[in-house]
């Protein structure tokens, strides 16, 4: 397989989620609201999701994650347009040479995390058992990042990955990133 890496803008995009209809139909929407308020509870935080955007040739993908299935690139306007999550804040990381064939090859083993898990971290494992990391989008994000080559740690809690990257690379709000790159969002 050949992983050629070619020059491709990288940013970490942060989600909170739409404040729901209270008269939701669906129980999956149900489930995402109350997730999302429990997220922002425990973690102390209107940060519920996080995403690896790469841009290139005026083609913008970002990596998607779920309970439900595997992980996977998708355009980024279409995912924006799903509504599940509402872009908020985005870290620009620069460019650097990436290869999309070794990430997605990286993805191809199902990473799924499930929200027991994370209560189970947010609530005893990251005070007790530090070692014991819950599957979640935040990590996978840090794991995808240093195989491109940025150095970071891991994180399970996407407001500990924000509060890294707010050190050492520019936050700007969604919707001027969205004017300054010329995305469809």
């Not at 992983?3 to 942060?14: A, C, D, E, H, Q």
């Not at 940060?47 to 005026?58: A, E, F, K, T």
């Not at 050492?168 to 001027?176: G, L, Y």
Request: hydrophobic share 40%; net charge positive; with cysteine.
């Amino acid at each position: 397989m050949n992983y050629i890496g070619l020059p491709t803008k990288v940013s970490v995009v942060f989600y909170t989620r739409p404040d729901f209809d209270t008269n939701l139909k669906s129980t999956q929407l149900k489930q995402l609201r109350n997730a999302g308020f429990w997220i922002g509870l425990i973690g102390r935080t209107k940060i519920h999701h996080v995403g690896l955007m790469l841009s290139r040739d005026n083609n913008t993908v970002v990596l998607v994650t779920g309970e439900k299935s595997r992980a996977k690139f998708i355009d980024e306007h279409t995912y924006h347009e799903m509504g599940m999550v509402n872009p908020i804040l985005v870290a620009d990381l620069g460019t650097v040479d990436v290869s999309l064939t070794l990430l997605t090859q990286f993805i191809k083993v199902p990473y799924r995390g499930s929200r027991k898990d994370l209560f189970f971290y947010c609530l005893f494992s990251r005070f007790i058992f530090k070692s014991l990391l819950a599957k979640s989008c935040t990590l996978l994000i840090c794991e995808m990042l240093r195989m491109i080559g940025y150095n970071i740690q891991d994180y399970v809690i996407p407001r500990d990955l924000y509060n890294n990257l707010e050190e050492s690379h520019p936050i700007k709000e969604w919707d001027d990133y969205v004017k300054e790159n010329k995305l469809r969002s």
